[in-house]
């Protein structure tokens, strides 16, 4: 079943906030030997017991039925949402990118910038710190494009997702 | 409000109040507060071992045979890593234990204090669910917690790592109502939708079959029971996995045997030609399964399973029911009389079968003068089964041999690690079960290297004047390797050989125990009544021929349909998939 094609799947996790739940989400990702391709986690409720952990992995569709199904045992684990399957849904991921120049680099850097409704959110007289977000494929281009004028070093939060409506899931 | 007692009264407490009447365990710095409540009660009895893996072992051998939580009580660091290797075992094998760590006190976690180690990381992933509980106001919900998660559901291993001030500071306690989990909730009763259809596609099979599992073991006597109903009801053939075997009577018209690597060749030919699997209660393992793309490739396949993620793991079903096996046999068998089905006509199948069973795959030849080990079990069987033992084993070809050749007729009479392969369970095991079971006569069918992992354990039988037996096949080799470095490696026996093996008579004596040898084919009988004769604990030194296999075996990364069934179909030297593969 590991030979069928890879599927890109986002994951909404919601555990129990408390010590060690994180470990034993990734944990069981390394034991089992699931792809990771990004992780996010906060805490999301009023009295602070429930966190919500957004994974992107990737496998055939049989291994993410396993995926879940191993999450859904955890004893800590509320519930375990594919978004992918469950359908509209929004992807949004934040980079911090940081791009250092002079002259017409840095000019041009402003220039990208704003076209990617990026915001600089530090200068100095010889570099900025671009804040951006949107789709993994926006920040992924934008990045692209800042390498041509200097980029420097880049921080990502990795995936959030939500289901479209008006619905929680 | 509860009384105000010390972190240690709570564990006692609460144990006591959960019905524990037996902790497996072995005293150190971070649990001395638990082991003074202990010593100031008389409800609970502490079995002291000689070794923690033994005490895990040694609850799994009294949970798997009574149905009860085993129950572990181990000191901080090298308790709690020597504990590891039981309690993945008992993941493994899904035998519901809670396993009491001792730890440093909470202001010293974290600055590598006098035997500290990070169990509840290191247990993360062999256990069903761990704690560290670092207020003595949550020990007392913990407990009672722990004991829910472990025997519901699947069951399974649940670590408590209870630092030593905690265990020391007052909080009041009060026992629970019933347990109720915001997040764990097991489903018990199956789907009826899917029941029915269950039901009407087992109607519909011209050569059904009922591969069954520990699943059925775990889910109590009434779902063995469950199982004969729905068997005598459908008319099909019933084969069942290691850890399943009792759930159905050896002896049973129905039955053929163990499937898999060392199953019969019936089992194996029945389970790729059968038109319909209903599998009860097992995980299609490796070790059932063999070559995955040529397993039962006609068939439409039912799985019922109380661990959703069992399903579609390795082999995709037809039609996957979430819940306890026992719970839906029964509704499978009340649908299956309201419908009015009747056992369909499964007159060719059935002649199919006795074809395959003619081939008599689990004989053997007596060849020269050596007793046979196949022929030592089964006298043990003959001699010994009026008692209605319960049979613990290590692991490797004995293990093998003891599945084949022992009748199972009961569940719960048949304590062996399966899902780990753990060599030294045999010993402890048949401790915890003699405990559970006082008057049974109980029985480690062991081998000369796997007793030799937990042998200390003679010790703690010694001093509870436990009368179990352990019974060595002693062909001076670690067999099952030496099988496959024969069968793979060109019988290049690279470290199998059992060398300066002790004198087992002398080492029993040493111990207190009596101890037989059986020279040969003359000594067999008298030697096992002599061991059924003694009141107290026997090992016998059981000397078998050195280079028997265990046959029929289907070799790794190949089909059922290919098994070998004797010397005369040996391969000598795999190929290097083949030799990759365990």
């Given amino acids: ?169 | 409000m509860g009384t105000e007692m010390t972190g240690a009264e709570i564990v006692v407490q609460a144990l006591t109040d959960l019905g524990v009447e037996v902790v497996f365990g072995y005293p150190g710095g971070a649990v001395l507060p638990i082991y003074d409540a202990l010593f100031q009660q008389n409800r609970i009895r502490h079995i002291l071992v000689r070794h923690e893996q033994a005490a895990v072992h040694a609850a799994e051998g009294y949970a798997r045979s009574s149905g009860k939580v085993g129950v572990v009580l181990v000191t901080s660091g090298p308790g709690a890593t020597n504990a590891v290797t039981g309690i993945t075992d008992a993941l493994m094998d899904s035998i519901p234990l809670v396993v009491l760590t001792g730890q440093v006190p909470t202001h010293l976690i974290g600055t590598d204090a006098f035997q500290e180690c990070d169990t509840v990381g290191i247990t993360r992933h062999c256990s069903k669910h761990n704690y560290l509980v670092q207020e003595t106001a949550r020990l007392g919900p913990v407990l009672h917690e722990a004991f829910y998660i472990a025997r519901s559901g699947r069951p399974g291993p649940v670590v408590i790592d209870i630092p030593k001030d905690v265990q020391i500071m007052k909080a009041r306690y009060t026992k629970p109502g019933t347990i109720s989990h915001k997040t764990y909730k097991p489903q018990v009763k199956g789907d009826l939708a899917a029941i029915e259809a269950a039901v009407e596609m087992l109607a519909a099979a011209e050569r059904p079959i009922l591969y069954t599992g520990g699943g059925v073991i775990n889910s109590g006597p009434v779902a063995s029971q469950l199982l004969r109903e729905l068997a005598k009801a459908t008319g099909a053939p019933v084969t069942s996995t290691l850890m399943g075997l009792g759930s159905v009577p050896d002896d049973h018209p129905q039955f053929l045997g163990m499937l898999g690597m060392h199953g019969s060749y019936e089992a194996n030919m029945a389970m790729n030609k059968c038109d319909l699997m209903l599998c009860l209660g097992a995980r299609f393992d490796d070790r059932v399964t063999g070559r995955l793309d040529a397993f039962s490739p006609t068939s439409r396949k039912i799985h019922v399973d109380i661990d959703r993620s069992s399903f579609n793991k390795t082999v995709r079903v037809d039609l996957a029911i979430q819940g306890d096996v026992g719970s839906v046999m029964e509704d499978m068998l009340k649908v299956w009389r309201a419908r009015g089905h009747r056992a369909a006509d499964q007159k060719a199948w059935w002649e199919q079968i006795k074809g395959w069973r003619a081939r008599n795959s689990f004989g053997f030849e007596q060849k020269g003068e050596a007793l046979l080990p196949q022929k030592a079990i089964q006298r043990l069987y003959e001699m010994t089964k009026a008692r209605k033992p319960i049979i613990s084993t290590e692991v490797g070809q004995h293990q093998m041999w003891a599945a084949q050749h022992f009748g199972f007729h009961e569940p719960n009479k048949w304590l062996t690690s399966g899902g780990l392969g753990t060599m030294g369970y045999g010993l402890p095991a048949a401790i915890g079960a003699q405990l559970a079971y006082p008057g049974a006569l109980v029985i480690d069918i062991a081998g000369e290297a796997s007793i030799q992992m937990n042998i200390q354990e003679l010790g703690t039988a010694t001093q509870y004047r436990l009368p179990v037996k352990v019974f060595i096949i002693n062909n001076e080799y670690m067999g099952m390797v030496r099988q496959w470095q024969e069968l793979n490696h060109g019988g290049r026996y690279s470290e199998s050989y059992s060398d300066s093996l002790p004198d087992f008579v002398k080492l029993a004596e040493a111990y207190g125990w009596k101890g037989i040898t059986i020279e040969g084919p003359d000594d067999l009988d008298a030697g096992i009544q002599a061991m059924i004769d003694h009141p107290g604990p026997v090992m016998v030194d059981c000397r078998v021929a050195k280079l028997a296999n265990c046959f029929p075996m289907i070799p790794s990364g190949a089909s059922h349909t290919d098994m070998i069934l004797s010397a005369a179909d040996e391969r000598g030297e795999a190929d290097d998939d083949a030799k990759g593969l365990v």
């Fill in chain 1, 1 to 169: 079943m590991k030979h069928l094609p890879s599927e890109r799947h986002t994951l909404s996790i919601l555990v129990d906030n408390e010590a060690g739940v994180l470990a034993r989400i990734v944990g069981l990702f390394s034991a089992r030997g699931y792809n990771i391709e990004s992780l996010t986690v906060a805490d999301v409720s009023d009295d602070h017991a429930v966190s919500r952990i957004t994974v992107v992995t990737n496998g055939p569709p049989p291994v993410i039925d396993q995926i879940m199904a191993q999450l859904d045992r955890l004893v800590p684990v509320h519930k375990v949402v594919d978004l992918t399957d469950w359908g509209p849904h929004v992807e949004r991921e934040m980079a911090l990118v940081k791009v250092a120049g002079t002259g017409d680099k840095r000019v041009e850097a402003l220039r990208l910038a704003d076209i990617f409704r990026a915001r600089p959110v530090d200068t100095s007289t010889a570099s900025f710190v671009f804040e951006v977000s949107g789709s993994s494929e926006k920040v992924n281009q934008f990045i692209a494009l800042m390498r041509e004028v200097g980029l420097v070093e880049v921080a990502r939060t990795g995936v959030v997702a939500i289901a479209r409506g008006a619905e929680a899931v």
